[in-house]
């Protein structure tokens, strides 16, 4: 077993894979009771074995095998307490598995916990995928407030990881010299041209996720009765799936059948009035209509006339002259002409608050008010 480490597993045949998963339990087991838990080759072990458990559970899952996916992946998690670093792996499978079961509360508890990993982490770069698992989780409990900030999040963080990608293959190109490799370095120009490859591969794989992503927020904003935004954005989608995607792919078609839907309301809806969007304005507070009615009842128009049915009340002709005149600075009379100054004085105050548009002088102008109510009160 001291070669395990240096096999290529991805050449590996199925039942192949089987043997050899079944022959690094055992030596894990072996070597855990002769040197302990602290042997290295023990962890380079586990690490291989955990790796070969999550492909095969993933396979298991596409083919619709769901126990045997969940025989691996739980063996994974096993795993994972001697190699910490492939827990945000085997979290997310088993997420995606529990989806797909249908159990989207157990998947959640699995991607907030890969999610706590991994931003604990200097470098990341498995948080675009977290982000775009939890928000299909979250879409599928119906909190879709939630689900579309973290796709936001996860087309953010790939449109990022892409960008960089880009400026530093620009960089490697500028530095690079268009001269025909010699013979000592033609090793060196067959290398370089393999990793160009495996680049180029990376970046396809991170732009048919970026797709992915797009599409995921199109349909949020479907369910968030956002039509027009959610048209825009998976169009957007299909001619970034034109560009990174072969034609035959079942994604690409997709978004094509999308926008065909798309189109096709459109034309039904022709010759309907189309709506729209309005900006909410707030609710008026009870306080500014209580102030309209201030400034009603104590118009000028009314306190006019008010002034002029005191002018033109007509004097009782049974009444005696001469008792008029004694009386004329009687208390009565004291009263009426207070009310009437107090009358003009308000008065001014409303013409001057309706000129100047200004209504600090409210709280004064009630006061007022209050004073001559008072006064009229015989």
Known sequence: MSDKENIDITNLSEGKIEKYIQQLESSI?????????DDLTMMKYNQTLCKLLNQQGLLALQKSNFEQCIEYLKKAEVTTIYVPELKVQTFNNLACYYRKMGKSRTALQYLQQALQIELQQKQSTSL???YLNLCAVLSQLERHDEAIQHIYLSIIMLQHQLLVQSLQKQE???DQEPSFPSRQSSVQFVNSVKSNCNENKKIQ???SILVVAYHNLGVEMEHLKLQFESKKIFQSALQLSEQCLPQDHHLRHTLEEIIKKYNNILQQQEGNDQFALKPLLPKVHHKNTELKQIYKSVSPKQIQ???T????????PNKNINFMKKNSLSETYRVERDRIMSINATTEVINKSQENKDINNLPYLKTVLDSVNQTTMF
Do not use: A, C, S, W
């Open 305 to 307: 006339r008010k002034n």
């Open 128 to 130: 675009p995928d977290i």
């Open 172 to 174: 490697i190109k500028q």
């Open 205 to 207: 794989e991170r732009m």
């Open 309 to 316: 049915q005191f002018q033109h009340q007509k004097v009782n």
């Open 29 to 37: 087991l072996q070597r855990t009771t002769l040197y302990g838990f």
